[in-house]
């Protein structure tokens, strides 16, 4: 059991969480569980989203698992039934499945005279289908979705969405142009959803992690010795609170924005949580 840093009761609410078998959105639906939520656990590896489910039903909450393609309609049509059956309505989604691709990636920060004959993936290298990948993911990925469980919110009192934006959609990191623009497009998108479902009731906000250290990416962070790689310098240079975030961090957040006692009059935000990366120029 995680302590929970805010009470915000969501007993009887059916919370649908995509992506959950990941590290952010599984964590997210631990917590959603201990304020009470039913939660849909979905992903498309269906093994992930098992064991996020199993721990939160070991741990007292009410969860299930649904293997889910958010990029395919049928997928998520059949996930909705299902959820509305063992569950119930969706009152609260949480569009958390996203992500990067190396397709989409250019190997250097920086062009240099040479890099388009040399062994390097520069800009023009990237992969057409590896950016379509990302676009697809993150964007199509969280439209689809909240076409099919936002349905169940217009005949409802106090339903929300939550998207998961990024620190590069403020401004773009170097090397990820295609991740940089999907999630750009998901902040440009969590406004649109906010004015479009305002007259229905439904709240549409969003989340933008900074740079959080987890036990997965630890290892890339900081050499054996403990000292930070290269690009973890960077990072601690350019959040102003000179650390990372614990993804635990991202908990307040999360049941602030659904808390519709404390943030009702609140939609279309997208709330870094970041120790000052997007407020900083780095001068
Ligand atoms: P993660 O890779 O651990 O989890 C993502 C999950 O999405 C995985 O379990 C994966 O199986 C699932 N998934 C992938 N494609 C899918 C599909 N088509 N249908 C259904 N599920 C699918 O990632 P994470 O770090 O937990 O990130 C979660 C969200 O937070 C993402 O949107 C990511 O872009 C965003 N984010 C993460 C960070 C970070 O520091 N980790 C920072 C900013 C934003």
Partial sequence: MMKLPLNTDLSGKVAVVTGAGGVLCGMFAQALAQAGAKVAVLDLNEEAAQKVADEI?????????????????????????????DLGTCDILINGAGGNNPR???????????????????????????????????????????????????????????????????????????????????????????????????RVNAIAPGFFSTKQNAKLLFNEDGTPTPRTGKILAATPMGRFGESEELIGSLLFLLNNDAAGFITGVVLPVDGGFSAYSGV
């Fill in 104 to 202: 989409a990636t250019t190997d250097k920060e920086y062009f240099e005279h040479g890099d388009i004959d040399a062994d390097t993936i520069s800009f023009f290298d990237l992969d057409t289908s590896g950016v379509e990948f990302v676009f697809n993911l993150n964007f199509i990925g969280t439209l689809l979705p909240t076409q099919i469980f936002a349905q169940d919110m217009v005949d409802k009192e106090g339903c929300n969405i939550l998207n998961i934006s990024s620190m590069n959609a403020f401004t773009p990191l170097t090397k990820i142009p295609a991740y940089s623009g999907a999630k750009a497009a998901i902040s440009n998108f969590t406004q649109w959803l906010a004015v479009h479902f305002s007259k229905a009731g439904i």
């Fill in 57 to 85: 039903v070991a741990e007292g909450g009410v969860a299930k698992a649904y293997k889910t393609n958010v990029l395919e309609k049928d997928s998520l049509i059949a996930t909705h039934e299902a959820v509305v059956a």
